[in-house]
């Protein structure tokens, strides 16, 4: 039987610091790297044995918190809200509300508009006033139908209700543009087949219309199941990096339980980071808590399993954060994993763990993954957007 060192040796690969200008990535290719089309920012090496205890910076700069401060403002929006006419979210929409609220697309401030979408979709990017890039690879959109748009008229305003009714945000500086479903999902899957989960639960039957603007959320979103405590928002994350003095953050995200793989693999990665000139690396494990198809192992249960795998010591609870990350899930392979590594540099993580067909499922209708396996990885280490990440890919013994 092979010892967990010979499981190790063939099971994770790390890349080394390399030559300049990134110490961990490839390069990109010639044809990314002299387009001025995209006009990607330059890219600063740094030394690990020189590192320090700031965090990387959130894309475009700052995070975007779009949630009401308490007090008059809040209240006065919740009193706009009642005059505006309203939108009803979906469960789905309302995990994109909440995405959104936190900053984890920053410096996207709300629902796509057209240019958006376009770039989203044709790009995988979004090339901010400065001329920069930042990766944006899924769709952030809010659909609507005929009536909902006839209803909405000439206001620029609406509001954005809940299962109950009640108000969670204003959209406004509105937007209103055809919602093309055939390109929309054959651009974020790389198929039409029938089946695709996340399109038949948020797609298939949504409005004609898709609706953009800047988004004002009046309070906090909660779930109110027992987990609130666990959805840490991205500064609420940074803050506990930086009283952990992290140095490094590496991020994992699962859909389901932690198997003793993965639990090799993150103790390992922690002790290469180490090994680096790294002096406190902090794992953030962050299990996805939004949409997932039927068959995956429900949160509560998940979250379970998190936190008996701390309590047992599997993993170190001094140098472990277990938080839910809030993102509906797509199921849409190389495109949807660079939406998961580029929310967490958002987080503040530098590393990000890279396994199997990431974010990928099986073919809807034929017996054959979706994705090749190997191609999450590979498009994270060229991705537009993505070059201040290390990406910390792993073989599959």
Known sequence: ???????????????????????????????????????????????????????????????????????????????????????????????????????????????????EFLQTLHFNCLRLGDGSVVNMSVPIVLAIDDAQKQSIGNHRRVALVDAQDNPVAILSDIEIYKHNKEERIARTWGTTAPGLPY??????????????????????????????????????????????????????????????????????????????????PILLLHPLGGYTKADDVPLDWRMRQHEKVLEDGVLNPETTVVAIFPSPMHYAGPTEVQWHAKSRINAGANFYIVGRDPAGMSHPIEKRDLYDADHGKKVLSMAPGLERLNILPFKVL
């Open 1 to 115: 039987m092979a010892s967990i060192a010979t499981f190790l040796a063939n099971s994770v690969a790390i890349p080394r610091p390399q030559p300049l200008p990134n110490p961990f990535r490839p390069q990109l290719s010639s044809r990314l790297r002299l387009s001025s089309r995209l006009r990607l920012p330059a890219v600063k090496a740094r030394s690990p044995c020189g590192a320090s205890c700031s965090l990387i910076e959130p894309d475009g700069g700052r995070l975007v918190d779009l949630v009401a401060p308490e007090g008059p403002a809040r209240e006065a929006l919740r009193r706009e809200a009642a005059r505006c006419p309203q939108i009803k979210l979906s469960r789905i929409d309302l995990e994109w509300v909440h995405v959104l609220s936190e900053g984890w697309a920053s410096p996207l401030g709300g629902f796509m508009r057209e240019a």
């Open 199 to 280: 399109v038949e639960e948020a797609i298939t039957k949504s409005g004609n219309w898709l609706i953009g603007g800047d988004l004002e959320v009046i309070e906090r979103i909660k779930y109110n199941d027992g987990l609130d405590q666990y959805r840490l928002s991205p500064t609420e994350l940074r803050e506990e990096f930086a009283k952990r003095n992290a140095d490094a953050v590496f991020a994992f995200q699962l859909r389901n339980p932690v198997h003793n793989g993965h639990a090799l693999l993150m103790t390992d990665t922690r002790r290469r980071l180490l090994e680096m000139g790294y002096k406190n």
